[in-house]
Structures are given as structure tokens and as C-alpha cells.
T-cell receptor
Framework: GQQLNQSPQSMFIQEGEDVSMNCTSS?????WLWYKQEPGEGPVLLIA?????ELTSNGRLTAQFGITRKDSFLNISASIPSDVGIYFC???????????????FGKGTKLSVIP | DSGVTQTPKHLITATGQRVTLRCSPR?????VYWYQQSLDQGLQFLIQ???????AKGNILERFSAQQFPDLHSELNLSSLELGDSALYFC???????????FGSGTQLSVL
């Protein structure tokens, strides 16, 4: 099935720095989603992208749907301590067979912010 | 609050036992998904139900089963539990098929 390569696996950054992470695949996706998971909690949807080239912001977060439809990027500006968590990308493949359009998840980027 | 409710929050049991995890989706959502997350692992898709019918299967063991009831709540049954089954189990729901998912807070299962 489709695989998403999410990088980096982990990041340690200073408070106030900007953060970039990305997700790539060899397959085409129709939708890209970005989630944040804090310890002991379920992933929370941050941004949803539906069109190639789309750029969407949610506060200090900005995500882009790559024009090849095979990648997506998430940027966090001016990081703060509460940005700590694991960020997951997820994509809906153009087709995953058997009438199902399952979301495929990346393995996550663990973000640590040093005050 | 995502609107997805999972119970119990924590579950401690012994090897060989059977447990049932419960999920109530967001109001209006027809799809329910179950995911497993082990320590430092990503989200492993187990199974999806759509309006009461099984829609897709992922890496779900034969010892595990699920169902979605007419009121759309879902249960995940885990039997003959092994130490390696210890994990966070998440339920998620969506309006339709493959749309953006909303996750519950998870059930932390510890098999001792």
C-alpha cells in the first residue's frame, strides 16, 4: 500500500525558532491532513488540504499541498513551549483499492521546544 | 474536545484475558476507525466500519474483532491478550469514507 515518509523523525529547537517538517510519497494523494498529538491524548486535526498547491494557515501554522500531489509541508513560526508534541501527516490516496479511501499516516515528527 | 468518546481511559489486565473497548463517534459521523499506537510508534490502522458494515481492514490480528452497532457506536474486542498487545487504542470517526478523522482520547491498555 501507499507509504508516507515523514521527516525529520524528531527535532529539538529553541523557543522562538521556526520549524519545518514534510511528508513525501511515491503515490498521488487527494487530501493531506496534519495532526498534532500531545502525550496521553489523541491526535488533533490542525490543517486539512484538498487541492494541489493549496497553502493554508492556522495561526502560526502553515501547511502546503505539494503541486506534484506527492508531498506536503508543515511550518510552525515562532515556536513556543506548548508546540511540543508529535506531528503526524496523513494523506488520502487517489485510490487505495477495494472501494476504500483510507487515510495513510506518516510515522510522526516529535517536536521538542527548549525554553 | 473532538466529540469522539472512548471508554475506558485505562485498562489493566492479564495475559490470556479478553477486553472490550468502546467508542461513540461524533454526532452525524457514519464511519468509525480503530487504530493501535505502541510506544514510540505511529498509528497502525486496524479496521474501519461505515454505517454498520465493515469497510476496510488493516493490520488487525485474528484475535481482535470489532463491530459497529445500529446506533453507530463501535466496540473493539481483544482476546487471548499478549504482553505485546499493550498499547494505546484510538477510535476515530468521520462523516464519510476517508475524510478527515476526529480522534478520541484513546484507551491505554496494559497487559501484565
Amino acid at each position: 500500500g501507499q507509504q508516507l515518509n515523514q521527516s525529520p523523525q524528531s527535532m529539538f529547537i529553541q523557543e522562538g525558532e521556526d520549524v519545518s517538517m514534510n511528508c513525501t510519497s511515491s503515490s498521488i494523494f487527494n487530501t493531506w491532513l496534519w495532526y498534532k498529538q500531545e502525550p496521553g491524548e489523541g491526535p488533533v486535526l490542525l490543517i486539512a488540504l484538498y487541492k494541489a498547491g493549496e497553502l493554508t494557515s492556522n495561526g502560526r501554522l502553515t501547511a502546503q499541498f505539494g503541486i506534484t500531489r506527492k508531498d506536503s509541508f508543515l511550518n510552525i513560526s515562532a515556536s513556543i513551549p506548548s508546540d511540543v508534541g508529535i506531528y503526524f501527516c496523513a494523506g488520502q490516496p487517489a485510490y487505495s483499492g477495494a472501494g476504500s479511501y483510507q487515510l495513510t499516516f506518516g510515522k510522526g515528527t516529535k517536536l521538542s521546544v527548549i525554553p | 474536545d473532538s466529540g469522539v468518546t472512548q471508554t475506558p481511559k485505562h485498562l489493566i489486565t492479564a495475559t490470556g484475558q479478553r477486553v472490550t473497548l468502546r467508542c461513540s463517534p461524533r454526532s452525524g459521523d457514519l464511519s468509525v476507525y480503530w487504530y493501535q499506537q505502541s510506544l514510540d510508534q505511529g498509528l497502525q490502522f486496524l479496521i474501519q466500519y461505515y454505517n454498520g458494515e465493515e469497510r476496510a481492514k488493516g493490520n488487525i490480528l485474528e484475535r481482535f474483532s470489532a463491530q459497529q452497532f445500529p446506533d453507530l457506536h463501535s466496540e473493539l474486542n481483544l482476546s487471548s491478550l499478549e504482553l505485546g498487545d499493550s498499547a494505546l487504542y484510538f477510535c476515530a470517526s468521520s462523516v464519510g469514507d476517508g475524510e478527515k478523522l476526529f480522534f478520541g482520547s484513546g484507551t491505554q491498555l496494559s497487559v501484565l
